[in-house]
């Protein structure tokens, strides 16, 4: 059921197989964060509410409870009921667990996750959508057109002994270069849908996805993990304890590979004597200005402030960022899709009319 969900998961580029699911997150990381926080036992709270759960959720939630049963940690259980949480979420709940303060990590989490509103007419997620499914229709419509239509049409032309203009002869070469290299191609242009399709179905997302084929956004983009990797941080800030150990815990349980061995040189450099803002700069996790934001926190005070606030304003700069290439991207496309089937429609409409000419 996971494998079948995860499936689905890639291809729900609108978002609404997430949003339910996060709101499901956000309720059971808001059970496990009053249940911790009074030291309840959560093994029949977890079972009352996987009971009132659907199926495929509330197998996890089960496997869950048979875990913590079984004597096994929270983090640890968390992490072996794969797909249960948001790898980053989990991450969390351990550095929050070696800290002290793992209610404070599950309702930061939960609020993260809960649903924001989706009022919006269109998602980035839909917007790729309609440029994937307009690309496809073209491609369909002028392959058509060029490997059936065109040589039929230059036949016809050849019969007649009519002289065509540039402008058909150039479409007719653009159809025998598709006929000769169209093989070659169609791996590129899967190849871009797939990336597109990667990130649209992390746009506008509470926690970006980063297993699986999203590894790439990490290796491409890795600022998208500073936002987890902050709130993580502050965790261990508001209980008072050092950095080391929280970057120490990431480097070793990250979600993504790239990340990690960031973080790992972030937790070297601490370990020389380094500043901690300083080696993340150097990292490409946080910029000039975030690091001189967390420096004089950190002489404040109220860094623990400082590292979520600044977590939050990262995540909305990378949303408004592909939100923004999003837009730019749609008109784009459009004028070049338009500029495609132009050319061959008076490339096609051109030589009818010489012929008319010439027949009169």
């Given at each position: 059921?996971?494998?079948?969900?995860?499936?689905?998961?890639?291809?729900?580029?609108?978002?609404?197989?997430?949003?339910?699911?996060?709101?499901?997150?956000?309720?059971?990381?808001?059970?496990?964060?009053?249940?911790?926080?009074?030291?309840?036992?959560?093994?029949?709270?977890?079972?009352?509410?996987?009971?009132?759960?659907?199926?495929?959720?509330?197998?996890?939630?089960?496997?869950?409870?048979?875990?913590?049963?079984?004597?096994?940690?929270?983090?640890?259980?968390?992490?072996?009921?794969?797909?249960?949480?948001?790898?980053?979420?989990?991450?969390?709940?351990?550095?929050?667990?070696?800290?002290?303060?793992?209610?404070?990590?599950?309702?930061?989490?939960?609020?993260?996750?809960?649903?924001?509103?989706?009022?919006?007419?269109?998602?980035?997620?839909?917007?790729?959508?309609?440029?994937?499914?307009?690309?496809?229709?073209?491609?369909?419509?002028?392959?058509?057109?060029?490997?059936?239509?065109?040589?039929?049409?230059?036949?016809?032309?050849?019969?007649?002994?009519?002289?065509?203009?540039?402008?058909?002869?150039?479409?007719?070469?653009?159809?025998?270069?598709?006929?000769?290299?169209?093989?070659?191609?169609?791996?590129?242009?899967?190849?871009?849908?797939?990336?597109?399709?990667?990130?649209?179905?992390?746009?506008?997302?509470?926690?970006?996805?980063?297993?699986?084929?999203?590894?790439?956004?990490?290796?491409?983009?890795?600022?998208?993990?500073?936002?987890?990797?902050?709130?993580?941080?502050?965790?261990?800030?508001?209980?008072?304890?050092?950095?080391i150990g929280a970057l120490s815990t990431m480097a070793g349980v990250h979600p993504a590979s790239a990340i990690r061995r960031r973080i790992a040189g972030v937790a070297n450099e601490v370990e020389q004597g380094h500043n901690c803002w300083q080696a993340m700069l150097a990292s490409g996790l946080i910029t000039r200005r975030e690091t001189a934001l967390l420096s004089a926190a950190e002489r404040a005070g109220n860094l623990d402030w400082a590292l979520r606030r600044t977590a939050d304003n990262v995540d909305s700069r990378i949303s408004f960022r592909f939100n923004a290439l999003v837009e730019f991207i749609r008109p784009v496309l459009m004028l070049l899709y338009?500029?495609?089937?132009?050319?061959?429609?008076?490339?096609?409409?051109?030589?009818?009319?010489?012929?008319?000419?010439?027949?009169?």
């Amino acid at each position: 059921m996971s494998f079948f969900y995860q499936f689905l998961m890639v291809f729900d580029v609108l978002g609404w197989l997430h949003r339910a699911r996060a709101a499901r997150q956000s309720a059971l990381l808001s059970v496990l964060a009053i249940a911790t926080e009074k030291q309840l036992p959560l093994t029949p709270i977890l079972d009352a509410f996987a009971d009132d759960s659907r199926l495929g959720w509330r197998q996890q939630v089960h496997d869950l409870s048979d875990m913590l049963q079984a004597g096994t940690s929270l983090p640890d259980a968390l992490e072996a009921v794969h797909g249960l949480l948001p790898p980053d979420v989990v991450m969390a709940a351990r550095v929050g667990a070696e800290s002290g303060t793992l209610p404070a990590a599950l309702k930061i989490a939960a609020e993260r996750l809960a649903p924001r509103d989706t009022t919006t007419v269109s998602s980035p997620g839909s917007i790729v959508v309609y440029l994937m499914f307009v690309t496809v229709v073209m491609l369909v419509i002028v392959s058509f057109i060029m490997f059936y239509i065109v040589p039929k049409f230059k036949r016809i032309f050849e019969d007649f002994g009519t002289e065509m203009p540039p402008m058909t002869i150039f479409v007719i070469d653009a159809s025998h270069f598709a006929a000769t290299f169209g093989l070659i191609l169609i791996p590129f242009i899967f190849a871009v849908m797939w990336v597109a399709m990667v990130y649209a179905v992390a746009a506008g997302r509470p926690t970006v996805p980063m297993s699986g084929p999203f590894k790439l956004l990490t290796i491409m983009v890795p600022r998208i993990a500073t936002g987890g990797v902050l709130r993580s941080l502050s965790i261990a800030v508001g209980a008072g304890r050092p950095l080391i150990g929280a970057l120490s815990t990431m480097a070793g349980v990250h979600p993504a590979s790239a990340i990690r061995r960031r973080i790992a040189g972030v937790a070297n450099e601490v370990e020389q004597g380094h500043n901690c803002w300083q080696a993340m700069l150097a990292s490409g996790l946080i910029t000039r200005r975030e690091t001189a934001l967390l420096s004089a926190a950190e002489r404040a005070g109220n860094l623990d402030w400082a590292l979520r606030r600044t977590a939050d304003n990262v995540d909305s700069r990378i949303s408004f960022r592909f939100n923004a290439l999003v837009e730019f991207i749609r008109p784009v496309l459009m004028l070049l899709y338009a500029g495609v089937v132009g050319t061959v429609v008076v490339g096609l409409f051109m030589p009818l009319v010489k012929l008319l000419n010439d027949l009169s």
